[in-house]
Antibody, heavy 124, light 108 residues
C-alpha cells in the first residue's frame, strides 16, 4: 500500500544539525512532489518546504529558509530534510507528505498521503 | 503572503449535530482551498480539496463550499469519530503553502 515512513528525529543541541529521511513505497515516488510539514507541541500545522518531482525546484517557509534544505533521491525513493543551525523553536513533529495535483483547467495541489511523523527536540 | 484564519477556534457539539467551520483567506484564492482532519497523536488526513471535492474514502457527511476568500467545512451529522481538529490550507500560492490555525471539535 501507499506509505511514507519518516526517520532521523531525536534530541539535538541548539546550533547543531540533523537530517530527516522519508522512505516512500507503494507508488511511483519520482512522479510526485513532496512536502515537509511540522507541528510544534500543542500547536497547529506549519508547512516547511516542498520539492518538485524531479528535484528541479524547492521552496521554503521563511522560518527555515537558509537553514533547512529539502532534497530527494528518486533512485532510493527517499525524501530528505537537512536541518542546520537548529533552534528551540524548531522543536516539533515533522511529517512528510505527498503532493497531489488534481484538475484540468484549474490544477489544485493538496497533500493526500502523510507519514506518521518523527519528533525533533532541540534542547541543551 | 496569504494569511488564513479559522472560526471558531474550538467548539463543543453533540453526536448528530450539524457542524460548520469557517476559513477565511487574506486575499482571493479562488478555489485553491483544502481541508484536513487531525486526531491526537496522528497525522493529518485530507478531507476536501479544491474547496468542495471530497477525497476518496471520506464519508459524504463532510462537505466543503466557498470560493474567493470565504470557505466552509460542514459536517452534516457529527459522528463519534469526527471529534478532532480541522485545518484549512491554501494552495493558491504554491511557493508558500499556508495552513489555518485549526478548529478543535470536542464533545459537549
Amino acid at each position: 500500500q501507499v506509505q511514507l515512513v519518516e526517520s532521523g528525529g531525536g534530541v539535538v543541541q541548539p546550533g547543531r544539525s540533523l537530517r530527516l529521511s522519508c522512505a516512500a513505497s507503494g507508488f511511483t515516488f519520482s512522479s510526485y512532489g513532496m512536502h515537509w510539514v511540522r507541528q510544534a507541541p500543542g500547536k497547529g500545522l506549519e508547512w516547511v518546504a516542498v520539492i518538485w518531482y524531479d528535484g528541479s525546484n524547492k521552496y521554503y517557509a521563511d522560518s527555515v529558509k537558509g537553514r533547512f534544505t529539502i532534497s530527494r533521491d528518486n533512485s532510493k525513493n527517499t525524501l530528505y530534510l537537512q536541518m542546520n543551525s537548529l533552534r528551540a523553536e524548531d522543536t516539533a513533529v515533522y511529517y512528510c507528505a505527498r503532493d497531489f495535483q488534481v484538475g484540468i483547467t484549474m490544477i489544485v495541489e493538496c497533500m493526500d498521503v502523510w507519514g506518521q511523523g518523527t519528533t525533533v527536540t532541540v534542547s541543551s | 503572503d496569504i494569511q488564513m484564519t479559522q472560526s471558531p477556534s474550538s467548539l463543543s457539539a453533540s453526536v448528530g449535530d450539524r457542524v460548520t467551520i469557517t476559513c477565511r483567506a487574506s486575499q482571493s484564492i479562488s478555489s485553491y482551498l483544502n481541508w484536513y482532519q487531525q486526531k491526537p497523536g496522528k497525522a493529518p488526513k485530507l478531507l476536501i480539496y479544491a474547496a468542495s471535492s471530497l477525497q476518496s474514502g471520506v464519508p459524504s457527511r463532510f462537505s466543503g463550499s466557498g470560493s474567493g476568500t470565504d470557505f466552509t467545512l460542514t459536517i452534516s451529522s457529527l459522528q463519534p469519530e469526527d471529534f478532532a481538529t480541522y485545518y484549512c490550507q491554501q494552495s493558491y500560492s504554491t511557493l508558500l503553502f499556508t495552513f489555518g490555525p485549526g478548529t478543535k471539535v470536542d464533545i459537549k
